[in-house]
């Protein structure tokens, strides 16, 4: 009973770096979504998958790729990271309804120095 | 331009008694609601949610309450434990998209 699965929990980059973090839901949700959290911010959406083949830009994608693997997976790449994205990042999945509540992963802590 | 606001960043509550955690919104479009809570080192998870064709939804111990005039809604948890320390998102739909807003989030304590 995994829900979504991220990795990986715990990353510490360089300034230019590059990483990719990795979501995966066993749920056969449609949408998938990654969120960053800041302190006082929130959540605020990067990249979403409305569906497989499919990805848009959120309210902070600067800086972001993001691809829908498959169905089950959606990476975020960080190309030449950077510390303003120093963040908590979340990956979440629904079923494609509207209202339907995603579902999300337990994050990745991810410290850029 | 924050379209739900969570003005109250914190909050503190006796074990036992009423904790009261309060949503705005600006747009009238809206007409769906959400609550999650979110645990340190865990994501977010869903609490209860709202129909705008309701004011009120209940789940146990926690009720959600919406004002459609004033574009406000609230959770309401009674008896409130410790358990229920964390931090508290309100969340809306977006109209015609995929994409979820969410509130700033409230840290919720609740003393022994």
């Known amino acids: 009973n995994a829900g979504v699965t991220q990795t990986p929990k715990f990353q510490v980059l360089k300034t230019g770096q590059s990483m990719t973090l990795q979501c995966a839901q066993d749920?056969?949700?449609?949408?998938m979504y990654w969120y960053r959290q800041d302190p006082g911010m929130g959540l605020r959406l990067i990249y979403y998958?409305?569906?497989?083949?499919?990805?848009d830009k959120g309210e902070v994608p600067n800086g972001y790729n993001v691809s829908r693997l498959n169905k089950r997976e959606f990476s975020l790449r960080l190309e030449s990271a950077a510390p303003s994205q120093t963040s908590v990042y979340f990956c979440?999945?629904?079923?494609?309804?509207?209202?339907?509540?995603?579902?999300f992963g337990d994050g990745t802590r991810l410290s850029i120095l | 331009d924050q379209q739900v606001k969570q003005n109250s960043p914190s909050l503190s509550v006796q074990e036992g008694r009423i904790s009261i955690l309060n949503c705005d919104y600006t747009?009238?479009?809206?007409?769906?609601f959400l609550w999650y809570k979110k645990y340190p080192a865990e994501g977010p998870t869903f609490l209860i949610s709202?129909?705008?064709?309701?004011d009120k939804n209940e789940d146990g111990r926690f009720t959600v309450f919406l004002n459609k005039s004033a574009k406000h809604l609230s959770l309401h948890i009674v008896p409130s434990q410790p358990g229920d320390s964390a931090v508290y998102f309100c969340?809306?739909?977006?109209?015609?998209?995929?994409?979820?807003?969410f509130g700033t989030g409230t840290r919720l304590k609740v003393l022994a």
């Open positions: 969340a809306v739909p977006g109209k015609g998209t995929y994409k979820y807003i």
């Open positions: 709202i129909s705008s064709i309701k």
């Open positions: 749920m056969n949700h449609n949408s």
């Open positions: 998958s409305a569906s497989e083949g499919t990805t």
């Open positions: 979440a999945s629904r079923r494609g309804d509207s209202n339907q509540p995603q579902h």
């Open positions: 747009n009238s479009m809206f007409d769906y």
